[in-house]
């Protein structure tokens, strides 16, 4: 059985969609190269309409929660001499020629569409075609051969996705993926007043801060069993947990580096001063069982990941893509803004 996520093809049918336009711009015909990948052809119907519609979801959802209006969204620089606008086509263009790759190799990985997956698609698309106005679909070049044009290379993406991360070597060892775990305690320089706003320590009050996390760690080492959680009491403080390695960035640096130094399970480190406060921390354990099963599974992920990435690199070597430059910024985001008038749903089908 294969699990296939049709996130596109939903998508796309339950769209609908509300087009501005800023100005006047020549359109190619949906029929203009955009690109040319190997012997296939990239229209601009087909680009034009995967372009809008990921477009519609930043400025649907990306721009508010950047406290942003879309024109200032993609005005912003990316980089020095590159707009954000620049870069996410950039991105989507790389992504649209990846489609079109990882279906020219399909057949060698025995994949293909099957008949009830293509009544699917044309199914999605006849619906997105009746649920869009005229005005609107042309914008985004929604007529129904485009659409279903991107969603078979969606659905053909999807089926690929397993079969090029088969193979790749599932073994690792406990010593390569070790996850230590450790107790800390943080003193924070921030204060919060009865009102809920925050501000800064005085100088004064780091001072007496230190004095509480000395006092802390002292109480802590007395204990012949370094009891966090009975020194953390009296202090009225929290202990916190983590799984870390040295290489972890989820929590401070400097307290991954002075616990990663811990030799023994249960020793405590001395204080460990940052700018935005004082931690302590104790060594639980050198090797926490099921941090680290989570740890091999990821580094098994990142090895199929990897194969990936080689794959599609390996193919673009080997093929001839020619961008079309003049009708590929014929798709202009500042021009034409996409929303999406209601939310989507995700539907995740199986196919036997």
């Not at 030799?263 to 680290?292: H, N, P």
């Not at 999406?340 to 089908?349: P, S």
């Amino acid at each position: 059985m294969i699990g296939l996520k049709r996130k596109g093809m939903m998508i796309a049918a339950s769209m609908l969609l509300a087009v501005s336009t800023v100005g006047c711009s020549s359109t190619p015909d949906n029929d203009a190269v955009v690109a040319k990948v190997g012997e296939d052809t990239i229209s601009y119907g087909v680009a034009n309409f995967y372009v809008r519609m990921q477009q519609a979801q930043y400025e649907t959802y990306y721009a508010p929660m950047m406290g942003q209006d879309a024109e200032t969204m993609w005005s912003q620089k990316f980089e020095e001499g590159i707009t954000f606008e620049e870069e996410t086509k950039e991105s989507m263009l790389e992504a649209l020629e990846d489609m079109y790759l990882i279906r020219q190799h399909a057949q060698a990985y025995e994949v293909s569409i099957t008949e009830e997956e293509q009544e699917e698609i044309d199914k999605a698309a006849d619906e997105f075609v009746e649920n869009n106005v005229l005005e609107d679909k042309e914008a985004v070049s929604g007529e129904k051969e485009y659409v279903q044009e991107l969603l078979e290379l969606y659905t053909i993406q999807a089926k690929m996705d397993a079969p090029m991360k088969e193979g790749v070597d599932t073994e690792v060892s406990d010593e390569d993926a070790a996850q230590k775990k450790m107790e800390y305690v943080y003193f924070s320089y921030t204060k919060t007043d009865e009102e809920g706003n925050s501000s800064q320590m005085s100088d004064e009050e780091k001072d007496a801060l230190k004095e509480k996390a000395n006092s802390f760690l002292d109480t802590v080492k007395a204990d012949a069993n370094k009891d966090m959680n009975a020194a953390a009491s009296s202090s009225e403080v929290e202990v916190s947990t983590a799984t870390f390695d040295s290489e972890t960035t989820t929590v401070n640096s400097a307290l991954v580096q002075a616990a990663d130094a811990l030799e023994q399970e249960g020793d405590v480190t001395d204080l460990v001063e940052t700018d935005g406060g004082i931690y302590v921390a104790k060594l639980v354990s050198k090797l926490d069982r099921d941090a680290t099963d989570k740890e091999k599974e990821q580094i098994v992920e990142e090895r199929r990941q990897e194969q990936y990435n080689t794959l599609l690199t390996q193919w673009r070597e080997e093929t001839d893509i020619q961008v079309e430059k003049s009708v590929w910024k014929k798709i202009d985001f500042k021009k034409q803004g996409v929303i999406i008038k209601q939310d989507t749903e995700e539907t995740t089908q199986e196919t036997e």
